[in-house]
């Protein structure tokens, strides 16, 4: 769902500025690039402890996210201690009982995404371990998660229907059994880099238990849509080395099947013009992904 951002009102930032400390301030507020379904804004509080960022997120007035505040919460909660680079919460309003929105607040952490690597193979091998790392998480969500693969899509964007149709009976057969803990949306936009090295891991609303598969594709997907096949697949590899395990084919497939002509309309507001974008071969270069990814399947 794509919408509009909106300003953060003045009561949201009292209660941003009471939380980091009772005499604190909000110095400034700036809006975050690549929301498409919250408002994001970093701000910056001056305190007696002296002048501190935090990320402000907020769903307004949107009734499907009702309950996505404490996935984001038991998430951050899970990785803390465990090696993943991700913020900390510092405040929570569920259901918006106290800013009138459901949003969450969070420490900010250094970095900005980086979507023209100079050195793809590095860049990759970092994105693969931390996920890998994400998922020996022991701890895990209560809720279950294993992708949005929807089996009644028509797929029309699928051209070749041969493809079409061996990739949906490739999909319909039954996952692993598998509970680790999943990002739900990890990709590119969503990790920080500083001087080549990944730094952090944000926007954990979508976290839960669930299979590998389902997070690793999704973050293929993204990976074709913004670059190539090429390096989709090769994530693939690299994962599956630094997890030490195989991913289920499966769910990685299915993850691919969740592109449609949608994504040309919300993918270049993530991008923001940091990187060049071919929208026109977006469906192309997901349909050989889905086609290298029916040749591994058992």
């Known amino acids: 769902m794509l919408r509009e951002y909106e300003p953060p009102t003045p009561e949201i930032l009292r209660w941003v500025a009471h939380h980091v400390h009772r005499r604190a ?4 507020v700036a809006p975050l690039p690549g929301g498409i379904t919250a408002d994001m804004d970093r701000v910056s509080v001056d305190s007696p402890g002296g002048l501190m960022d935090v990320v402000l997120r907020r769903w307004p007035g949107e009734d499907w996210a ?6 984001e919460a038991a998430a951050l909660a899970a990785v803390r201690g465990c090696g993943v680079p991700a913020p900390q919460l510092i405040a ?3 259901n918006g009982a106290e800013t009138g929105v459901r949003c969450t607040l969070t420490t900010a952490l250094a970095g900005q995404p980086d979507l023209t690597p100079a ?5 990759l091998g970092q994105l693969a371990t931390v996920q890998a790392a994400i998922h020996a998480v022991p701890e895990h969500p209560r809720i279950r ?11 029309d964007w699928l051209v070749d229907r041969g493809l079409r149709d061996a990739a949906r009976e490739a999909a319909s057969g039954p996952l692993v059994a598998e509970k680790v803990l999943v990002h739900g949306d990890y990709q590119h936009f969503n990790v920080l ?3 080549g090295r990944l730094s952090g891991v944000v926007d954990w609303p979508n976290a839960a238990t669930g299979n590998r598969g389902s997070d690793v594709g999704h973050c293929r997907l993204n990976l074709a849509v913004l670059f190539d096949t090429r390096t989709a697949g090769g994530y693939l590899v690299t994962y599956e080395r630094a997890a030490g395990v195989r991913v289920d084919r499966r769910a990685d497939l299915r993850a691919l099947l969740c592109f449609d002509l949608g994504w040309q309309r919300f993918i270049p507001r993530q991008v923001g013009g940091r990187a060049p974008l071919d929208l026109a071969g ?12 029916l040749d591994t399947i058992d």
Not at 282 to 293: E, F, G, L, N, T
């Open 66 to 71: 009702e309950g996505l505040v404490t996935r």
């Open 193 to 195: 880099w500083c001087d």
């Open 145 to 155: 998660w294993d992708g949005w693969y929807d089996d009644s899509a028509p797929l």
């Open 282 to 293: 977006m469906p192309d270069r997901v349909a050989a992904a889905i086609r290298d990814a």
């Open 119 to 123: 050195d793809m193979q590095s860049w």
């Open 25 to 28: 301030r909000v110095r400034s």
């Open 92 to 94: 929570m309003d569920e």
